[in-house]
């Protein structure tokens, strides 16, 4: 009997394995087309190059909550995984008859989030959450909302840059998105100024520093907040120093900075500024201690008990 029972539940975890697998390759073939896409985009679109790092980022999240992912009980959702599956496909056949590629791709997410639920269960969804909310950084943002936030970016930038030229006593005249530095050098700060590939970058960047950082919720979230301001500020410095290097050096000079070395210091500027705010926020901050919280930890635990006995009651008499 015992045998029988080793063999009936050996031959139940073999089937969900099987359907498991199969459900998993079915569910990538149907997105690749999706897949490639996106990977199309990331290789083509400068603004959004940083969104191929955000799979990979994301699987070292899970690896990194290996422990604690192996605590949770394996039970598949079986219901909300399929909900959200067809809500999944739903999303990505009104983006199809909708003409918006920007649907689909979200639908994309939507799908992987309905494996988890439906092949490791809601213990497994709940830690992870934050590593599927993380994944739509991956996603272009849609044509009208690109649109929206470019063109203010450009503008920002434009002020911004003149402000700063004209503070370090350069002459600068604005016309509409091109400066005249010194009445005889013209500047212009084009979309692929904006900075909106520095600013999805240094999102990516600092979602990544908030999950990882032992902060509280609401530094994080200040954090995280914090790279919009420091990807304009690092945009400008950009555009302002090439305008430095064009006046006083050479426009060849200048453009090979703004596209090349500009590039590769920007990022670990942002980084830099990110710690510098951790580590100020951090000494802002005053720590309980740990006499009070014992003492407060003290205070709780009659409370609870008590708590306790009343719902231990309340199911007794029931």
Known sequence: MQTFNKQYVLNNFLLLISATFLLIVVTVWSYWPIVTELSRVWHNDDNYSAGQLVPMVAIFLVWHERKRLKECPLIPYWRAGVIMLIVAETTRVAGLFLMRPSIE????????????????????????LWILIFLLFMVPLPSLVHTSIAAPLQRLATVGSVFALEVSGVRVSRQGNTMVLNGNTSLGVVEACSGLRMLTAFIIVAAFLAYMVKRSRRQKVFLLLSSIPVALLCNILRIVVT?????????????????????????????????????????????????????????AKPAVKAAEKRINGIKQST
Do not use: C
């Open 105 to 128: 791709r979200y639908a994309l997410v939507l799908a992987i989030t309905g494996l988890v639920l439906l092949v490791v269960g809601w213990q497994v969804f709940r830690r992870l």
């Open 243 to 299: 305008a430095v290097l064009m006046l006083h050096v050479s426009t060849e000079v200048a453009q090979k900075f703004f596209h090349d070395f500009a590039g590769l210091i920007m990022m670990p500027a942002a980084v830099m500024l990110m710690f510098g705010e951790l580590w100020l926020m951090n000494k802002l901050t005053v720590s309980e201690p740990e006499p009070l919280r014992a003492y407060a930890r003290a205070r």
